[in-house]
């Protein structure tokens, strides 16, 4: 079955930088997009990242574009997320998801999280 597992969360300072990894199994991982979500205590949850799945494009929300850099490798099918220059109000629980089709932000598997915390 499809399974996402992140890992990599934890606790920053503002302006460090922390990098999620999301491996993956259960489907055949080239081939879908991936992304990244973010759900803050008491907020919605936040689109955060999506790459192609063979990296043609990457999109950011407007609050990450420019600290935050999503990859993968399909080689680990592994998706990635590096973040810096953190700020508190990127604390939130982090997920990763399965994109439907090889480019996009809809997503149908996601995993369980990660948290990061950024406080001083």
Known sequence: QVQL???GGGLAQPGGSLRLSCATSGFTF????MSWARQAPGKELEWVSSI???ESDSYYADSVKGRFT????NAKST?????NSLK???TA?????KGVTSYGKENDY??????VTVSS
Not at 79 to 83: D, P
Not at 110 to 115: N, V
């Open 93 to 97: 629980l982090y997920y990763c998801a």
């Open 79 to 83: 998706v990635y997320l590096q973040m």
């Open 30 to 33: 080239s081939i879908y997009a």
């Open 52 to 54: 192609d799945s063979d």
């Open 5 to 7: 597992v992140e890992s």
């Open 110 to 115: 996601w995993g369980q999280g990660t948290q």
């Open 88 to 90: 508190p109000e990127d």
């Open 70 to 73: 999503i990859s993968r490798d």
